[in-house]
C-alpha cells in the first residue's frame, strides 16, 4: 500500500463527510489534504482510543517526533511520507502540525474550559 492509499484508506474509514469533499477537488489538492486529514484522524485516535493518558502521552511524542522527522526529509510513518511532497506547495509547517498536536494534548488534560480564550485557544488547535 502506498503512503496516499493509506491516507485514502484512513479518511474515508473515519465516516466523515469531509472525504467526500476531498473528490471534488483537483489531483495533487486533494492528496495533500486527505494527507493532512489523516495525519489529524491519527493523531486524534491517539487520545480518542487510549485508555492509559501516559501511553497517550507518549504516542503523540512520537508524533511530534515523526514531525520532526517530516521537516528533516525522513519520514517514517505512511502519512508524514504523504505530507512530504506537498509541505511547500501548500503551507504545510511544522508549527501547523504541533499545534494539532498540542490540541490534542490538551484533550489530556482538560475536558472543560473556564474561560473564552482557553476554549478558543483548544477550537483553533484541534478543528481550524
Given at each position: ?17 469531509f ?13 495533500a ?17 487510549g ?9 503523540l ?21 504523504a ?18 498536536i498540542?490540541?490534542?494534548e ?10 473564552w480564550?482557553?476554549l ?6 484541534v478543528?481550524?
Open positions: 500500500m502506498t503512503p496516499d492509499e493509506y491516507c485514502q484508506q484512513k479518511a474515508a474509514s473515519s465516516g466523515s463527510s472525504y467526500y469533499s476531498f473528490l471534488f477537488l483537483p489531483p495533487e489538492r486533494r492528496r489534504i486527505t494527507a493532512l486529514y489523516a495525519f489529524c484522524r491519527e493523531v486524534d485516535d491517539v487520545v480518542d482510543e485508555m492509559d493518558p501516559q501511553v497517550s502521552a507518549a504516542k511524542a512520537w508524533w511530534r517526533a515523526e514531525v520532526a522527522n517530516l521537516f528533516a526529509g525522513r519520514p517514517q510513518h505512511p502519512v508524514t511520507r505530507l512530504e511532497p506537498h509541505r511547500e506547495a501548500f503551507g504545510i509547517t511544522a508549527e501547523r502540525l504541533n499545534e494539532i498540542d490540541g490534542m490538551m484533550d489530556l488534560r482538560q475536558t472543560r474550559y473556564l474561560d480564550a482557553g478558543e485557544r483548544y477550537c483553533y488547535r478543528a481550524s
